[in-house]
């Protein structure tokens, strides 16, 4: 299935990505944390290993996901909106199961645990 950025995502990535001269791409995963159990993290990929997983996100951007995120990750499409003076990236993740009330982690399907 892969990771998918909206139009606005792949604007706000292509940002950040121009202000790092050694960036590869967007670097996306999980880790466990949270009242839920998981929580989504996103960084500029500045390496690539064996164990990475490369997605053309379409403009020239390339998302990396390690092998461990992947199962969890595998077909989200990422968003980016802005709220009045906020903005943050959405996750439209098909392996979620539940949300925690604060919206910072989430909980999936027990096969990936």
């Known amino acids: 299935m892969g990771i ?3 139009a606005s995502a792949q604007a706000r990535v292509i940002e950040f990505l121009t202000h790092e001269p050694a960036a590869l791409g967007l670097r996306f995963g999980v880790k466990k944390t949270g009242c839920s159990g998981w929580a989504y993290v996103v960084d500029v ?3 690539q290993t ?3 997983a490369v997605f053309d996100a379409g403009g020239g951007v390339r998302v990396l996901v390690d092998e461990k995120s992947l199962q969890i990750v595998d077909g989200t499409e990422i968003d980016f909106a802005r709220k009045g003076l906020n903005a943050e990236f959405l996750f439209r993740n098909p392996n979620v199961k ?3 009330g604060c919206g ?3 909980t999936i399907d027990e096969r990936f645990a």
């Open 4 to 6: 998918s950025l909206s």
């Open 45 to 47: 990929a500045k390496q």
């Open 50 to 52: 064996a164990q990475d």
């Open 98 to 100: 539940a949300e925690c």
């Open 104 to 106: 910072e982690s989430f």
